[in-house]
């Protein structure tokens, strides 16, 4: 079906109500964009903050005559005169079909691959984690998760429990299993990601290795011998004494979706428990990794 939208600019304030607005007058969806490349790195679950100068962009059907849109748009009180409101013909494309064809298999160190569900394997015998993201973080194409990745195939598994919190996808816990770990705990606040967890263990067929929690039903006393943690530095530096709780005397960790100027507060923190090693660098983000003390 073909589109067109209107795009103009907000603010913080007005943008939510100039959403409802133009869903009342017909939009399907609204998309707020960064107006001045301000970029919201650690939004809490449920909240969507906007910038001091927000873009709206409303979609409506081809068929939708916007004039008298625009004329209630320019009505409102809060609108100042000089807004430019700007319609644009949308390229009618199968965006599902578009990322599929975008998203190819990524090899991660010497024998890990993340391969999506919809593609062969380009080597059958490596490890092949399959993945269908959902509508969780973790397609291994972020390097946050890219680092988490080549560490785990870094390890050597055998006999190790692991525990993947903040899961998302579920990619590190799969990952960490068809790798040879026995068994995997995977936690996240977004029932939206254990779902993808779940689905993506099945897929790889280590469901019944795999066990999935959101933090209020997490058993008491569990501990790994391998925790890996990539979620951003607020809840890392937060959940830090629950963290190191997790991990077994002489056990190890990764913390990774750190910027690379939060590293070093989080390697400071961490060192409380661990011994800490360098920290390792993809584009703007750090990994942390450490071994836990034995006291
Ligand atoms: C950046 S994604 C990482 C997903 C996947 N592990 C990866 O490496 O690609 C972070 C995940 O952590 C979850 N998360 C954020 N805060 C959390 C918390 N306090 N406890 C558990 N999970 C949390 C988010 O819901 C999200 O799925």
Known sequence: ?????LRLNSNKE???????LLMELGSVSITFEDGLDTPIFEPKLG????????????????????????????ALPYMPSNTEYKVEQVEDKDWVR???????????????????????APEPDAVNVLLDPGLAFGTG????????????????????????????????????????????VGIDI?????????????????????SLYLPEDQPEGIQADVLV??????PLRELAPLIATLVKPNGV?????????????????????????????????????GTRKTQ
Request: charged share 25%.
């Open 47 to 74: 909240e969507t903050p906007l910038w001091d100068s927000t873009i709206v962009v409303a979609l409506f059907d081809a068929s939708e005559d916007l004039a008298p849109v625009i004329e209630q748009l320019k």
């Open 190 to 210: 977004d029932y939206q990601a254990i779902d993808a967890s779940k689905e993506n263990a099945r897929r790889n067929g280590v469901e019944d290795k795999l």
């Open 141 to 184: 194409t972020h390097p946050t998760t890219a680092l988490c990745m080549e560490w785990l195939d870094s390890l050597d598994l055998a006999d190790k429990q692991v525990i993947d919190f903040g899961c998302g996808s579920g990619i590190l816990a799969v990952a960490a299993l068809k790798l040879g770990a026995p068994h995997a």
């Open 14 to 20: 007005h943008a939510e109500p100039l959403s409802d």
């Open 229 to 234: 943690a990539n979620i951003l530095a607020g």
């Open 1 to 5: 079906m073909p589109w067109i939208q």
């Open 98 to 120: 578009e990322w599929m064809d975008s998203f190819h298999p990524i090899k991660f160190g010497n024998r890990l691959w993340v391969c999506p569900s919809w593609r062969e």
């Open 253 to 289: 960790l990764a913390l990774s979706g750190l910027l690379n100027e939060q590293a070093e507060e989080l390697r400071s923190i961490y060192s409380q428990w661990f011994e800490m090693d360098a920290a390792a660098h993809k584009e703007d983000w750090s990994r942390l990794t």
